[in-house]
């Protein structure tokens, strides 16, 4: 099984033409796409949904990522086995959070590419074309040669300090739900279901009830949620919280009782 | 096979943890999307999009569903065995149209879920579980208990009075078609192709040919079609009829020769 | 095989009926989406993306490509058998640069349709039924009938006069990039990577270093590629070139050294 995430879209040839060269090696491989929707060139992000997404798949998938702003350039395409999977995509810390969680065995620099292999088009031409040998039971020492690190991403957390707990805001997903880096556990430390929180993110201060699920809130309310992921969200129920509270990816939150 | 109708959208990892949770239990399961795309929370027109969709799937189809502004209250997951499908998601009208139009033959209460279950996401943790069982021969009896009654929503319908038709706009459609809750069999009786008929649209009056095709329309005409689905559609030829004429479904129609 | 590319978005259930007519047909077929975002009625644009596609799929893969503004008219639904593949869809000019570089063997008006056939989607009714149908091995004299000639496209191309070039700009990607009708062999003849070039398009003169990958452009520099297709491209280095210059597809271009 190969799974596909890229900031490529879907209305361009480019994934179609992954696709096509992996089943033109491997026609018996199954394909899942995870989403080609990452913001353009959004490593961060990329690596964000790779990481949430990967734990679900059946061990021995074979992740294929592109957000790759540096292709063409000195930045290595490269091949991580993983204790249950294998990752595919450049050198640029996209793969990072997700292989280092599952922990990573073996790195290799992908030497292996299309004959007709471009400057600008690895996805198909180094990374789709790397997979599909995988998939077709060739091993990583045939694809690439090993090498000793590479880049890693900082993974999204939170620290508290007496009763208040700081972290990030990590996501915004289609809903508007704003993802925060804190999570389940820190949070239940100081908080229980229905209690009110006040949040303080880039100095904006709101004061929020924590609830089990969407549906318990009014029409409109501003809330705080453990969401499926097990991150402490900002949720506005039957509403866009991202556009309602205007906040980004980025800002810091502050989370304490009041 | 199994397939999927929900409001997730496609730039997040929600479907892609559905299928990967599908998968990890069925690796033959062949996966088709109907779509992502159902307007958020919007149920009635999720429940439209089914209802058409379900009749060309292969019998023995299992068909996941989820617009669920109801996630982790109350409302109650449901498996719905039909004369020739399963249908699972959540109990507030979005399987009925679909459902009961192939005849409900048995009805449960799903109780299966994931170990890790979450409040917020039934669509991986309780329906693509479900679904996945099913698909692997599991008893709909082993996923939960029968249920003598479920959230049904009204059909879509209109009444002939005359030489009237009234009904409604239930549907506008990529291209901004806009479709009517008019059958066509209820338009023959009052129309043939080639006439002109009035179109009252919440008060505002049109006058339109009753065309065979898009193609026999004069280049942004507003026409009336017998669409794909059987229903009487506004559409302007090379336009959209939706964002031309400022209509939305819900609206009131009234059809009669003029 | 069975590879789709369509102007019906993924918000509907058109594509979803389409693959639950292959799929009712012929249970074991394998579908790949190309893309289904081509501009509504967008022939050329259509061509143009399923002509770079159809060459990195398998021998045998049946493409079915519907962008069909004459559905219901007197426009024919066609079958091409080329040397290597299958084209299925409307005879307006969609598949003929793909099926015309492959090499067209035989050509057939389809004339097999599925029992309730409407005459507004045949993507459906005719395209889809007729394509499961051949990936079942029925034998395309069976499907239709043999035509001496069908609609073609003009392919885009270049001429060079001394030292400039000149062409049209063809498509814009999901990033923005603008690919000319100039390709890499033509351009090779009056510039190397790094060398500074200028670019007429529509009056408007730019000066750009030809470059051989994104990553080497200065942040924001508008540069010129041979992109992973082999033609000429404008491009900004983490931005949008249609956007920033305002250019669109069919404008003229022309380049030339200074």
Redesign the interface.
Known sequence: ?I?LLTD???????V??M???I??ID?EA?I???????P??DVRTGAF?LW??YR???RGTIFVAVVD?????S?VPILLRTRGYFFVGPDNGLLSLAAEEDGVEEAYRITAQLPSA????HG??VFAFAAALLSKGVAPSYLGVRIADYVRLEKPGAVREGGSIRGQLIYV???GNIFTSIGEKIIKEIAEFGDKLCVNISGKIYRMRLL?????AEAGEAIL????EGFLEVAVN?GNAAERLGHRVGEPVEVYRC
């Open positions: 099984m799974a490529f879209g879907t209305r361009d040839y480019f179609a033409e696709k096509a060269v089943l033109s026609r199954a899942v796409d995870i989403t080609h929707e990452i353009p060139q949904v949430r997404a679900w798949f059946p702003p540096g292709v063409g350039t930045r471009s400057s600008t088009f198909r031409d997903d289609r809903f089990k699920s969407y549906g318990y949620l453990i969401n499926s039957g």
